[in-house]
C-alpha cells in the first residue's frame, strides 16, 4: 500500500473511532463529507469514549430512549436509568394503578432497590430526536459560535437537545427556537421579541443570542461557583464542558444550590456524575438529564459519521487549548 493511502485509511480510523491514538482524548473539530455531498463541520470529544460514558446505564438509557418509537417505553429505575424493560405504552396504559404498583414493588425486590426508590416508565423519542436532520444547522451553529469567539462545542450540544430536524416550536414553559431560549432573556442579549416579531425564530439570532448567552452569563457564572469551592478548571475539559451545559439549562443559581450540596473536592467528571445523583432547588429530574442527554446525542452523531461519512479529517488539531479557531468578533455586534 502506498504511503499516502495508508495515511488516509489511519486517519480515516483515528477520526471514525476504530481506531483510537495514544493520545486518547483528541477533541476538537472536523470536517465531513456526508451522504448528500455537502461538506460540514462537527465537533468531537473522544474523552467521552476514554472516560467511559458511553457505557454508563444513564447514557445507554437515553440512547435507548432516542431511537425508540413514542408507541413504546422503558421501564427504569429513576436514581440511575438502569433498563429493567421494554414495553409498549399501550400495555402499560392499560394496566390498573394497582398492578403498577404491584410490578414496581416486585421489581425492587427482584433488583435489591429500597422501597424508595422510584421505578419509571419512559416513552420512546425518536419522534423528537434526529441527528440526521439536525446535521446542517450544527454547521450553521458552530460558524456563529466561533464568529462570536465561544466553543463551538456547545453549539452542536445545545442543537442536538434541542433542535430536531424540524421546526422548533414553544415549549412548555415558553421557550422557543432551535436554541430554546426563553422570552426574557433573548430580550436581555438583545434579540426583539414583542407581539409583532420574535427573533427566537430566527436561527443565525437565536444562535448569535445563545452564543452571548454562555460568553456572558454561563461561563463567568460557572467560573464563580467551581472558584467558590476551591476548584481548578480549565475550558476545554470535558466535564467543564457539560457543567456550562448544565447552567444553559438550569441557570446558575440552580446549579450553584446543587453544587453547594455535593461540596465536591475536585473538578472531574466524576462531579457531572455526582451532578445526575443531585437534587438541590429547581435542580430536579430535568436538570439532571441534561448533560446525558447531550452524551446519548453526540455518541449518535459519531455513530453516523462513522456509518456515513467520508473524507473525514481533523481540523486545526493542534489547537489544544480550545479545540476549536477562534476569530475576532465582527463589528457591530458588541458584548
Known amino acids: 500500500m502506498k504511503k499516502t493511502a495508508l495515511s488516509i485509511l489511519i486517519l480515516f480510523l483515528l477520526t471514525s473511532g476504530t481506531l483510537l491514538p495514544a493520545q486518547d482524548n483528541i477533541q476538537g473539530k472536523i470536517e465531513v463529507r456526508c451522504t448528500d455531498d455537502f461538506c460540514r463541520f462537527y465537533m468531537q470529544d473522544k474523552r467521552i469514549y476514554s472516560y467511559g460514558l458511553d457505557t454508563t446505564s444513564q447514557v445507554r438509557f437515553w440512547r435507548a430512549i432516542i431511537k425508540m418509537s413514542p408507541d413504546s ?14 414495553m409498549t405504552v ?11 404498583d404491584s410490578m414496581r414493588a416486585a421489581l425492587r425486590a427482584t433488583y435489591l432497590l429500597p422501597d424508595s426508590e422510584p421505578i419509571l416508565f419512559s416513552c420512546g423519542k425518536n419522534d423528537f430526536y434526529n441527528v440526521a436532520g439536525v446535521m446542517g444547522r450544527i454547521d450553521q451553529g458552530i460558524r456563529i459560535f466561533e464568529t462570536e469567539n465561544v466553543d463551538p462545542f456547545y453549539a452542536q450540544a445545545i442543537l442536538l437537545i434541542e433542535s430536531p430536524g424540524k421546526t422548533v416550536g414553544r415549549s412548555n414553559v415558553g421557550a422557543l427556537g432551535s436554541f430554546q431560549l426563553m422570552k426574557a432573556v433573548a430580550k436581555n442579549m438583545g434579540l426583539q421579541v414583542n407581539k409583532n416579531v420574535d427573533e427566537r425564530r ?21 467560573n464563580k461557583i467551581l472558584e467558590e469551592h476551591g476548584l481548578a478548571y480549565d475550558p476545554s475539559d470535558l466535564w467543564y464542558r457539560l457543567l456550562i451545559l448544565h447552567v444553559y439549562h438550569a441557570g446558575a443559581g440552580n446549579v450553584a444550590k446543587a453544587i453547594n450540596v455535593m461540596d465536591p473536592c475536585e473538578g472531574n467528571i ?5 451532578l445526575w445523583q443531585t437534587r438541590a432547588g429547581a435542580f430536579g429530574m430535568a436538570s439532571q438529564n441534561y448533560s446525558q442527554v447531550a452524551l446519548a446525542n453526540l455518541i449518535e452523531l459519531d455513530e453516523f459519521i462513522r456509518l456515513n461519512g467520508k473524507d473525514i479529517h481533523f481540523v486545526d488539531p493542534t489547537n489544544k487549548a480550545t479545540g476549536f ?10 458584548n
Open 73 to 86: 417505553g422503558i421501564m427504569n429505575v429513576a436514581s440511575n436509568r438502569m433498563m429493567l424493560f421494554k
Open 202 to 222: 430566527d436561527f443565525d439570532k437565536s444562535a448569535w443570542a445563545a452564543a452571548k448567552l454562555i460568553r456572558t452569563i454561563c461561563i463567568p457564572y460557572a
Open 90 to 100: 399501550r400495555e402499560y396504559s392499560r394496566m390498573t394503578e394497582l398492578k403498577k
Open 270 to 274: 466524576d462531579l457531572i456524575k455526582q
Open 325 to 334: 479557531i477562534s476569530t475576532p468578533l465582527p463589528t457591530g455586534l458588541g
